[in-house]
């Protein structure tokens, strides 16, 4: 199964942009990668997904580089609220049985005043 | 409103007892999934369900056990063969299971306690 890497702890200033990398060197061609957030002792929110290209919606955006090796999510304006612990994850086996997704350890962001 | 609702919040129980862990959606949603979390740890996957009646095993199943008798419902067992099951446990469920997009809305969470 693939699996992600992400470091461990980032701190971002408030109102600027917030960059979370990812490394999935191993993803598979139809295994898609997702984001979500969790704040603390909350079920996890989903931000967004993308296969191949980059994508945009009102939280976020995910950049997906060519060879699909690495993704970067980005908060083009960080606020207080977004300080919690974000997952990269891969989806994998989709359409079958063995539809399943596999999460990390993720990346606690901090966002500061 | 539709959602995913676990219950309950938090869950006492000493060692040796089997515990039941409840998770039902109205989200007409075909999957499910149970994840485990412990303090400062991403999800683990325990048990997932694409459709009633079937279920697989997850990367940590060993000491629990799962249902899906029912579409809405996919109640969760720590056994007693569970070594440390003192842990945060998260239930999940996502619509249709093709290749198309769909989110995975997740519950509340269950704090469970083994004292």
């Known amino acids: 199964d693939a699996k992600t890497t992400q470091p461990p702890s980032m701190d971002c200033a408030e109102g600027r942009a917030a960059n979370l990398p990812c490394n999935h060197s191993?993803?598979?061609?139809?295994?898609?990668v997702y984001w979500y957030r969790q704040i603390h002792s909350q079920g996890p929110q989903y931000i967004i997904h993308?296969?191949?290209n980059n994508e945009t919606n009102e939280m976020a955006s995910l950049i997906i580089t060519e060879d699909r090796k690495s993704s970067t999510l980005i908060l083009p304006h960080a606020t207080l609220r977004d300080t919690a612990v974000y997952y990269c994850?891969?989806?994998?086996?989709?359409?079958?049985?063995?539809?399943?997704?596999?999460f990390g350890p993720g990346t606690s962001l901090s966002v500061i005043p | 409103d539709g959602g995913i609702t676990q219950s309950p919040k938090y869950l006492f129980r000493k060692e040796g007892q089997n515990v039941t862990l409840s998770c039902e959606q109205n989200?007409?949603?075909?999957?499910m999934y149970w994840y485990r979390q412990d303090p400062g740890q991403g999800l683990r996957l325990i048990y997932y369900?694409?459709?009633?009646?079937?279920?697989q095993k997850g990367d940590i199943a060993e000491g629990y056990s799962v249902s899906r008798e029912k579409k809405e419902s996919f109640p969760l067992t720590v056994t007693s063969a569970q070594k440390n099951p003192t842990a945060f446990y998260l239930c999940a469920s996502r619509s249709g299971t093709g290749l198309t997009y769909n989110e995975q809305f997740f519950g509340p969470g269950t704090r469970l306690t083994v004292l």
């Open positions: 994850i891969v989806r994998v086996g989709p359409g079958t049985s063995y539809d399943k997704v596999i």
């Open positions: 993308g296969l191949k």
């Open positions: 369900s694409q459709i009633v009646n079937d279920f």
């Open positions: 191993t993803i598979s061609g139809n295994e898609y």
């Open positions: 989200l007409n949603h075909d999957a």
